[in-house]
């Protein structure tokens, strides 16, 4: 069974623009799950997609968000970048919203602002 | 909020050493408690966990033991291994709204020399 995928692995971009991160979940699971990695803040929740619906919300800026497609794909936008998002992004999916569902984490996307 | 505290790393050790990473949490009501490890390069992978207290986890040779009146959920391995340097994390669920998203704590690197 492939794992989750995330593309793409690494990323540069420049203060003001704007990125798509894309997160491929396991077959068969519905629920998508981002989080962000930070030396700083350390690892904090983004946001929680189950059947295209938003579930959860972290304590992020309206910059950040997210969509879900109907195959249980699942995309993240950061609009106007700040160098303060320079991350690594971490997306995990499970087959159901609670914790007693494993969650199952891809590699991550590095995100570097400039 | 809930939150998670973990020891301040790194953690250095020579190989067949005994581990204790220590994890304390603050929680309103009765969270469930996870270790995970994020080998370098690569996404969070589930350690372990324990959903009630008293409740043992183990894996790969690591417990921990769910401690209500100590509000603490320390992971031990009686000797560690080189494969075993990695980056612990110390996770407890957060009940919200029907949803359960993960808190974890900052991250203990740990070094295994042979």
Redesign the interface.
């Known amino acids: 069974k492939a794992g989750v995928t995330q593309t793409p692995r690494y990323l540069i971009k420049t203060r003001g623009q704007q990125v798509t991160l894309s997160c491929s979940p396991i077959s068969g699971h519905r629920s998508v799950s981002w989080y962000q990695q930070t030396p700083g803040q350390g690892l904090q929740f983004l946001f929680e997609y189950f059947s295209e619906t938003q579930r959860n919300k972290g304590n992020f800026p309206g910059r950040f968000s997210g969509r879900q497609f109907s195959n249980s794909r699942s995309e993240m936008n950061v609009s106007t970048l700040e160098l303060g998002d320079s991350a690594l992004y971490l997306c995990a999916s499970s087959s159901g919203l609670s914790p007693s569902y494993e969650q199952y984490f891809g590699p991550g996307t590095r995100l570097t602002v400039t | 909020g809930n939150s998670v505290t973990q020891m301040e790393g790194p953690v250095t050790l020579s190989e067949e050493a005994f581990l204790t990473i220590n994890c304390t949490y603050t929680a309103t009501g009765y969270p469930?408690l996870?270790w995970?490890v994020q080998y370098p390069?690569?996404?969070?992978?589930?350690l372990l966990?324990a959903?009630k207290a008293d409740d043992k986890g183990s894996n790969k040779g690591f417990e921990a033991t769910y401690r209500k009146e100590t509000t603490s959920f320390h992971l031990e391995k009686g000797s560690v291994q080189v494969s075993d340097s990695a980056v612990y994390?110390c996770?407890l669920?957060d009940p919200?709204?029907?949803?359960?998203?993960?808190?974890?704590?900052?991250?203990t690197k740990l070094t295994v020399n042979p």
């Open positions: 469930s996870f995970y390069g690569e996404g969070l992978q589930l966990k959903t994390f996770a669920s919200q709204g029907g949803s359960e998203k993960l808190v974890f704590g900052k991250g």
